[in-house]
């Protein structure tokens, strides 16, 4: 594998298609796809919405903290049927905007976005809705994601209720 | 007001059966006779003593349908005001939580202290002299403010049984808890707020129920199998027990790691090192009964009506109340020594993070668990009765029985019905 040199050639309509198609692994539970989208040192993190957006899962407590092992046993369990509260699957769209290349920092691409997502299940519809802020790098030729922080922009959980699937 | 006087609970001693009405979990008027006899007369939870740390910090907190400011004065001295300004009506404090030299409420500029007390108020010349020092012109305490080992609860019953003949056997177990650190215990920061679509009491049946873990948390329990190093070799094992006045408790062994003061393979050497010198602390400080009870038992905790206090592979707080008979209100808090090391705090919140709250391996499940019910009670006009029997034959039911829950719905039927179940 060749190190790249300064992520530079990704444009953000580049990193909007790698958004998108994430969002589309996600809405369509492929998640194991969506998993491979990670570095080996990859994390994802839900942080409480009474917390600063930067806040650190070693000082406070968030709704979802994963390290690289933790993301990949979610999602094994979200594929099983005995994932309760995701059986069966709810229907989710994920829909991106307002996608910014914050910084590029070594070979870090630093990215945010909104999300919208709409997750519905036994006929009940709930909107989830904050700024996804990506730390993304190169690996073979392809971004790759060494943290996702999806900041929910609500007050908590009320009445989503749960963070069940994959934000 | 009068109740639809047909039983909702139903005791059969002799043939071990114990039913209660599913009409509990969806009728309007039952919520009506909670909140007059259960939320306006119990002592309720409103937060950990660490929660306000200096002069002046204060959080705001919705408690048994009050809107309630909680404050800490320059004497160091703890308030519980209702957070309504004494002139019109308007909250005073709009902010979840800050540290403040007074309120002033933003309608008329009437100003309060940390201790509620009306400092001034403009155009004081258009109101009698002593109006400023009069009782009525401050923020209103709650009726009733008392603390055990740093809870701190309010009661809205000027009359109700001290806190601590109200909390009774239940004393025991958060003392447990209140033990585990010589500096005290603290409120790790970040709030998880959610809210299930079901009846409040489905919550309290589900947070001490040790008989669902197998089926309804079979992903945890394979996670924990996966998990690098393994667990420990112990069975889920324990007893169930009604601590009376409606606390109860399930409490026992289990595989998982236990910051305080369990070791699992997963968490290597120095893991283990680290969990030795907190164990061997606890030893010196409480002997080794109690040492192990503290480092080694699982406590499933619920004091009534609304607190759980989960001391398991982390220690939750959790309080709850219904918006209305098919929705309620959730506030989870992780609680932590308040001289844990760096190391100790990240296995706990990782821990807690494995099974607990809305994005957990755990907790998800629990809340379809509950909507379920809440979707199947639809048909509680041809099946109307739920089964809370298990262990009642017993001398000394198991921790996955339902003794606890059967203490709960006792306490409930006494304070709706005025009747012994």
Not at chain 1, 116 to 128: E, L, Q, S
Not at chain 2, 64 to 87: E, I, K, M, Y
Not at chain 2, 180 to 196: A, K, L, N, R
Not at chain 2, 344 to 366: K, V
């Amino acid at each position: 594998m060749n190190a790249v040199p300064e992520a530079i050639p990704f444009t953000r309509s580049d990193i909007e298609d790698f958004l998108f198609l994430e969002a589309d692994l996600i809405d369509t539970w492929r998640l194991p796809e969506w998993l491979d989208l990670f570095t080996e040192d990859g994390v994802y993190y839900v942080p409480s919405t009474d917390v600063e957006s930067g806040a650190s899962p070693e000082n406070n407590l968030f709704y979802i903290a994963d390290d690289r092992f933790r993301l990949g046993e979610r999602v094994k369990r979200l594929m099983k049927r005995t994932a309760h509260a995701e059986f069966p699957h709810s229907k989710l769209r994920h829909l991106v905007s307002n996608v910014r290349i914050t910084e590029r920092l070594g070979e870090e691409i630093h990215v945010t976005a909104a999300f919208i997502t709409h997750r519905t299940k036994d006929g009940v519809t709930d909107v989830y809705f904050g700024t996804a802020l990506y730390r993304l790098l190169v690996r073979d030729g392809k971004l790759r994601i060494r943290e996702k922080r999806s900041v929910l922009s609500s007050d908590g959980l009320r009445s989503q209720g749960r963070i069940s699937f994959i934000l | 007001m009068t109740l639809i006087t047909d039983a909702i609970v139903r005791v059969d001693k002799e043939h071990g059966s114990y039913n209660v009405a599913r009409r509990a979990f969806v009728d309007p008027e039952i919520l009506e006779a909670e909140r007059e006899k259960i939320f306006d007369k119990c002592w309720l939870y409103l937060g950990h003593d660490s929660e306000l740390r200096k002069a002046g910090d204060y959080v705001t907190r919705s408690v048994g349908g009050r809107t309630v400011l909680f404050t800490r004065d320059s004497q160091g001295q703890l308030h519980a005001l209702l957070n309504t300004c004494p002139h019109r009506g308007a909250r005073v404090c709009r902010e979840r939580a800050g540290n403040a030299k007074s309120f002033q409420c933003f309608y008329h500029g009437w100003v309060f202290g940390l201790d509620g007390k009306l400092r001034n108020l403009p155009g004081e010349d258009g109101y009698p002299a002593d109006f400023t020092s009069r009782t009525s012109s401050s923020l209103q305490p709650v009726p009733r403010f008392e603390a055990f080992r740093g809870f701190n609860f309010v009661c809205f019953d000027p009359n109700a049984i001290s806190l601590t003949e109200y909390l009774g056997n239940a004393k025991e177990y958060l003392e447990l808890v209140a033990d585990q650190s010589e500096v005290g215990m603290t409120i790790v920061g970040g709030t998880q707020e959610y809210s299930i679509r079901a009846n409040w009491k489905l919550l309290v049946e589900n947070s001490f129920d040790g008989y669902h873990a197998a089926t309804n948390h079979a992903t945890y329990l394979d996670y924990l199998k996966s998990n690098t190093g393994g667990l420990v070799p112990i069975k889920l094992e324990g007893i169930g027990r009604d601590l009376g006045n409606g606390h109860g408790v399930a409490e026992y062994r289990a595989p998982w790691g236990r910051p305080i003061a369990q070791w699992i393979p997963a968490w290597g050497e120095d893991g283990k090192q680290r969990v030795d010198a907190l164990y061997k602390k606890l030893v010196d400080r409480f002997g080794t009964q109690r040492a192990d009870r503290i480092a080694l038992t699982n406590r499933n905790l619920h004091i009534f009506p609304n607190l759980v206090i989960n001391d398991i592979m982390a220690i939750t707080v959790r309080t709850f109340y219904p918006t209305d008979q098919k929705f309620m209100a959730i506030n989870a808090w992780a609680l932590a020594p308040a001289d844990e090391n760096q190391a100790d705090r990240n296995t706990r919140l990782f821990n807690f993070l494995e099974f607990l709250g809305p994005g957990g391996f755990a907790t998800p499940d629990d809340i379809e668990a509950l909507e379920q019910c809440q979707a199947g009670f639809a048909n509680l006009g041809e099946v109307g009765w739920n089964d809370i029997s298990k262990g009642m034959l017993k001398d000394v039911p198991s921790y996955d029985d339902e003794a606890q829950t059967r203490g709960f719905w006792n306490e409930w039927n006494k304070r709706v019905y005025g009747v012994q179940a």
